[in-house]
């Protein structure tokens, strides 16, 4: 049974650059959440997708954006980095009827310079 | 407003000693309580969770949490550690729009 994947792994950008950040939730699960992990931080929710939707979103300006496929995997995507948006980026999925019960991938770490 | 506070981010302990990390939560509405481990350059793993019923929860190695409604509180506890268990430890709560809210986290470190 495979879990959470994301890739890339690794990442690195230049200020102003665009970024698309991909996974695929665990088998029976529909539903994607993301979140930026800073360092020495904890995770920070960014939005939720499910049926192809965005259904929830934390407070995180417009640069971010995301999209959920027919098979339920997802995009993020951060147009025009900042330095600030340097972290790990974390994928959850869940199933709808107990969306805080998350899985997560192991992230992809993205540098901005 | 829900958080959560994780009041220590640091817990050094030596092996086969007791340790509690401590959590505590702030809101008004049902509660749903994690606690999810984060070895270096990995992802967050589920813990254990505490969604209703017995106040008591356990994970399969050995660390149990105990949600206490009036102090609002979540501590993780586990009566021997290892070495192994070095990590930082995040404990979260459920929000009411299926989103998690995350502590700032604990970093426990296990010496021999």
């Known amino acids: 049974d495979a879990g959470v994947t994301q890739s890339p792994t690794h990442l690195i950008k230049t200020r102003g650059q665009q970024v698309t950040l991909r996974c695929s939730p665990k088998s029976g699960h529909d539903t994607v959440s993301w979140y930026q992990q800073a360092l020495g931080q904890g995770p920070q929710f960014i939005f939720q997708?499910?049926?192809?939707?965005?259904?929830q979103r934390g407070n995180f300006p417009d640069r971010f954006s995301g999209h959920q496929f027919p098979n339920y995997s997802s995009e993020l995507n951060v147009n025009a980095l900042l330095l600030g948006d340097s972290a790990l980026y974390l994928c959850a999925s869940s199933l709808p009827a107990a969306k805080n019960i998350q899985y997560f991938g192991a992230g992809t770490r993205l540098s901005v310079l | 407003a829900q958080s959560v506070t994780q009041l220590d981010s640091q817990v050094p302990v030596f092996e086969e000693a007791p340790v509690e990390l401590r959590c505590n939560y702030s809101?008004?509405?049902?509660?749903?309580l994690f606690w999810y481990v984060q070895y270096p350059n990995q992802g967050l793993q589920l813990l254990l969770k505490?969604?209703?019923?017995?106040?008591l929860v356990e994970s399969i190695n050995g660390f149990e949490a105990e949600f206490n409604k009036s102090q609002t509180s979540f501590h993780l506890r586990k009566p021997s550690v290892h070495i192994s268990d070095t990590a930082e430890y995040f404990c979260?709560?459920?929000?009411?729009?299926?989103?998690?809210?995350f502590g700032k986290g604990t970093k426990l470190s296990v010496k021999p």
């Open positions: 809101s008004s509405v049902s509660v749903y």
């Open positions: 997708y499910y049926e192809e939707e965005e259904r």
């Open positions: 505490y969604l209703s019923g017995s106040t």
């Open positions: 979260a709560f459920g929000g009411s729009q299926g989103n998690l809210i």
